[in-house]
Each structure stands twice: as C-alpha cells, then as structure tokens.
C-alpha cells in the first residue's frame, strides 16, 4: 500500500463491524438541502421587497385617487388634480383665498392649470 500524503485524511477500514450507509440518510441529506435551498430564495426574494414607487403628486399636479397625491393633500375629482384640504369658512388657504366647498368637505382653489 503506497504512503499517504502528508495532510491526507486517513480512509477508514471497511470490516465486518462498519454498519452499511443507510439509503434514508441520503434521502434526508437531500430533504434537507432542498428545504435549505427553498429557504435561502425565499429570503432573496423577501429581501428584495417592494419596488420603489412613484413620488406623490403635489399641489396642483395630475392624480386619479387620493393614493396619488402627496401627505396631507387629497384628489379632486372634477379636475384630477392634487389640493390641499381645508375647513369651510377658515383662513387655511391663505389670507384672502376662501375655502371652496365640495360635498361636506373644502378644498384651498387651484391657479388655472397650464
């Protein structure tokens, strides 16, 4: 029997006493393995999170909901455009702009759109 390497590791001798590899323990080397693989693209894919999105819209710009426009402001329906929310009969737009009622609600007047 030649020499081994220096480093090498040393097989173990096969007698009568060695017990055979059992053929479930692969299956559940492989079990394992897919279940850690499965695992790891899930977290990948979690990792990646959502896409970033769109900034909001701000005063006076196009939107088609309330989702659309920045904190704080709300879509006008009529004109499809961002506005800021204000109490009827306040000074909240500003001194001299009044507060335009829509339903139940008031909205600060836009400039004309361009």
Same mark, same amino acid.
């Given at each position: 029997?030649? =020499?081994?390497?220096?480093?090498?590791? =040393?097989?173990?001798?096969?007698?009568? =006493? $060695?017990?055979?590899?059992? +053929?479930?323990?692969?299956?559940?080397?492989?079990?394992?393995?897919?279940?850690?693989?499965?695992?790891?693209?899930?977290?990948?894919?979690?990792?990646?999170?959502?896409?970033? $999105?769109?900034? +909001?819209?701000?005063?006076?710009?196009?939107?088609?909901?309330?989702?659309?426009?920045?904190?704080?402001?709300?879509?006008?329906? $009529?004109?499809?455009?961002?506005?800021?929310?204000?109490?009827?009969?306040?000074?909240?737009?500003?001194?001299?702009?009044?507060?335009?009622?829509?339903?139940?609600?008031?909205?600060?007047?836009?400039?004309?759109?361009?």
């Amino acid at each position: 029997m030649p =020499k081994p390497l220096p480093g090498a590791r =040393k097989r173990p001798e096969i007698n009568d =006493k $060695t017990p055979p590899v059992s +053929r479930r323990t692969g299956a559940a080397r492989r079990a394992w393995r897919s279940v850690a693989i499965w695992g790891l693209l899930m977290a990948t894919l979690a990792a990646c999170g959502e896409e970033p $999105t769109a900034p +909001r819209a701000r005063v006076g710009e196009g939107c088609a909901r309330n989702d659309d426009c920045a904190e704080g402001l709300a879509c006008l329906q $009529t004109e499809l455009r961002c506005v800021v929310l204000c109490a009827l009969d306040s000074d909240d737009c500003g001194a001299g702009i009044a507060c335009q009622a829509a339903g139940q609600l008031g909205f600060c007047p836009l400039p004309p759109a361009q």
